[in-house]
């Protein structure tokens, strides 16, 4: 069973031996991208990646967006890439149509990939929407966050890793 996340979890791993960060698994199961052409995370090496799973109708996700937006309008010029990897929740949410139509109103312009059947969301471990899952220039998750909040926090480490 697939659970929503409303509570604000996260943790930072920026400080930890390099080997003690994991290293970011693929997409993979990916039915179809937005925005761009397909992203591997082997390809994003040497940049860092928000990672951020989202469902079009989750209220939390739909909350998180703006922020989400604006460290990409803020920081892509320094190396940042997001990705929004869309795994539904719920059965309706599977409609590419709607999805393109979701990320149109929310003025979605980084790259969505199309997560239906939760082969990503599985790779990564995820259980929660939103998370956000920061990606460090090896191929490393170093920070994660579930939930709303530590907006601060997580822009932070955006900008302590693109300083570099």
Do not use: K
Not at 25 to 50: H, K, Y
Not at 58 to 63: G, P, Y
Not at 136 to 150: L, T
């Amino acid at each position: 069973m697939l659970m929503t996340g409303c509570a604000a979890l996260g943790s930072s791993l920026l400080d930890a031996p390099a080997e003690a960060a994991p290293v970011a698994p693929e997409f993979v199961g990916i039915d179809g991208w937005l925005n761009s052409r397909a992203l591997s995370m082997r390809g994003l090496r040497g940049r860092v990646v928000l990672v951020n799973f989202f469902a079009r109708a989750c209220v939390n996700c739909i909350a998180t967006i703006p922020y989400i937006r604006g460290w990409h309008a803020r920081y892509s010029g320094r190396g940042f890439t997001v990705v929004g990897v869309h795994t539904p929740e719920l059965p309706a949410e599977r409609s590419r149509q709607a999805l393109e139509a979701a990320v149109q109103r929310f003025g979605l312009t980084y790259p969505v990939a199309i997560d239906n059947d939760s082969a990503t969301w599985n790779a990564w471990g995820n259980r929660y929407w939103p998370a956000e899952y920061i990606v460090d220039q090896q191929g490393r998750i170093v920070y994660s966050h579930f939930g709303e909040g530590a907006y601060s926090q997580t822009e932070a480490v955006i900008q302590r890793l693109t300083a570099t």
